[in-house]
């Protein structure tokens, strides 16, 4: 029997990948949970795993300074 409902995940993966390629550059996780309605720790999770899996690269990573 086939499910007639859409793939939740799959789809979280494309509506973040499609963000992903309308920035022109950088966007931080927390631009990203702000414009899928997400938490930014959610966002992280997800770019993780499809980092793991090849389909997205992390390119920057930066420093937070202590005041």
Do not use: H, K, Q, Y
């Not at 999770?45 to 420093?63: D, F, H, K, N, P």
């Amino acid at each position: 029997m086939l499910n007639a409902e859409p793939n939740f995940w799959t789809d979280l993966d494309d509506e973040l990948l499609r963000c992903l390629g309308e920035r022109d550059g950088a966007i931080t996780p927390s631009e990203l949970g702000a414009r899928l309605g997400m938490s930014e720790a959610a966002v992280c999770s997800i770019i993780a795993m499809l980092a793991e899996s090849g389909r997205v690269r992390i390119s920057s990573v930066g420093r937070l300074v202590s005041r």
